[in-house]
């Protein structure tokens, strides 16, 4: 069974933004993680065939491949774990999504489904096309 986990993407406005210091961090440390202080417990449901799923101001907005799961212990003593990801967000039908902390599993038939390659290739601008989804008009 596939799993996928849902994240809340704190500070930056929309999917470029995330992008863009995505691809400063993979310049400078040569990989993109993200680092949680829980570990998954489902691992195997997820390394290679799930994503993370990213809520950017209020809407699952983008998702992206975990490639690997890696437990550690940082300075502190305490455990955490980093989230490998792959290098491509991959743009999914905005779905409003209310604030949590931490992740959440997320189930595939949950998941919203990849903007397809019209639906980038439109002039419509992030900000709108989440709006209109909102609404429940896209």
Not at 27 to 35: D, F, K, M, P, V
Not at 79 to 85: F, T
């Amino acid at each position: 069974m596939t799993l996928h986990i849902l994240k809340l993407c704190v500070g930056a406005p929309d999917i470029q933004d995330l992008a863009d210091w995505q691809a400063m961090r993979l310049r400078t440390i040569g990989s993109i993680y993200h680092t949680t202080r829980m570990v998954p417990k489902r691992a195997d449901e997820i390394v290679g065939k799930g994503s993370l799923y990213w809520v950017i101001k209020g809407m699952v907005s983008c998702r992206q491949a975990i490639i690997s799961i890696d437990p550690f212990e940082d300075a502190d003593g305490i455990n955490r774990c980093n989230l490998v990801l792959d290098q491509q967000l991959v743009p999914v039908r905005p779905q409003p999504k209310r604030p949590f902390q931490g992740w959440r599993y997320l189930k595939p038939e949950d998941a919203p489904a990849d903007l397809s390659q019209d639906a980038l290739d439109s002039d419509m601008p992030e900000k709108m096309r989440n709006e209109l989804a909102e609404l429940c008009l896209l």
